[in-house]
């Protein structure tokens, strides 16, 4: 399908993004009018040590009026790549460094209406580390078996979709016989 983009006005500037306009003429000749969350991407991180312990954050999220178990997440700078920003991260929300950071996946959060393509990675080798968090944050870690926490993604307990989406890629990699982690 071929939509031809008529008109983009940015319409709000934010501290972690912006909305844009767009005007677009669709494949039947009508115009429509999308608003567009612009946003510079993120990372999300699944923390595992030595021992099959999986690293998660609690936090209050304001839109949900809710405390919420997340996996490790963050937003890039500009210009930071993927990579960089997730050992930053990992170090910012559990306070702890990985020696190994794997791109196991990306996806798009909501591509409806936003450009934010968060990037997964696999965090192992991990050895404390703390870097002073965002001062907006207020987290509290909290880790379990693997086993437990695909437990709580598959019966509807995690309610963070970003983290449930980073689990369903993780799964692979944390089920294989020949890895070091144990579903125990």
Do not use: C, W
Request: charge should be negative; aromatic fraction near 8%.
């Amino acid at each position: 399908m071929k939509f031809e983009l008529l008109k983009s006005e940015k319409t709000y500037q934010g501290r972690a993004f912006s909305v844009r306009r767009d005007h677009l003429l669709t494949p039947s000749g009508t115009t429509v009018k999308y608003d567009i969350i612009e946003h510079i991407g993120s990372v999300s991180l699944v923390p595992v040590d030595e021992n099959g312990q999986m690293y998660f954050v609690r936090q209050y999220r304001h839109a949900a009026q809710l405390d919420l178990l997340e996996l490790p997440a963050g937003t890039l700078e500009p210009g930071e790549p993927p990579l960089e920003a997730a050992a930053r991260e990992v170090r910012e929300e559990i306070g702890m460094a990985a020696s190994s950071l794997v791109e196991i996946g990306s996806f798009y959060l909501a591509p409806g209406y936003s450009t934010e393509l968060m990037h997964v990675f696999l965090a192992t080798g991990l050895s404390h580390d703390p870097l002073e968090p965002d001062a907006d944050e207020y987290l509290s870690v909290e880790k379990m078996p693997v086993a437990a926490a695909l437990q709580l993604a598959e019966s509807g307990q995690i309610q963070d979709a970003k983290s449930l989406a980073a689990l369903l890629l993780a799964k692979p990699y944390l089920m294989e016989s020949t890895h070091k982690f144990s579903m125990k």
